[in-house]
């Protein structure tokens, strides 16, 4: 069974700093891409930052480029978002996702998301 356990956010001022992490269980972690998605109030889920299964590959949304960096440990079956230089605009419920196939069918799994609010 497919988890995704998202955990480190909370309230900072612009400009802080947070990592978040998600731990995955259930899959092959280290052949999959993971993939960091959010949502503000009244906005559509947006993407964030993926990296695939090695690591070798990561891109982002222009708006987050050069602030957050996404990164990942696949000894700890763990995929993390540090986010730097933080703006009130960041604010969102951040979501871990990760499609996995099975069987030849990919099912799209996300973890309980966990709330980041930048704000003075």
């Known amino acids: 069974q497919v988890q995704l356990v998202e955990s480190g956010g909370g309230l900072v001022q612009p400009g802080g700093s947070l990592r978040l992490s998600c731990a995955a269980s259930g899959f092959t972690f280290s052949e999959n891409i993971m993939i960091w998605q959010r949502e503000a109030p009244g906005k559509e889920r947006e993407l964030v930052a993926f990296i695939t299964g090695t690591g070798e590959t990561t891109n982002y949304r222009n708006s987050v480029k050069g602030r957050f960096t996404i990164s990942r440990d696949n000894a700890k079956n763990t995929v993390y978002l540090q986010m730097n230089s933080l703006k009130p605009e960041d604010t969102a419920v951040y979501y871990c996702?990760?499609?996995?196939?099975?069987?030849?069918?990919?099912?799209?799994?996300w973890g309980q998301g966990t709330q980041v609010t930048v704000s003075a």
């Open positions: 996702y990760a499609p996995v196939s099975s069987g030849g069918i990919i099912g799209g799994y």
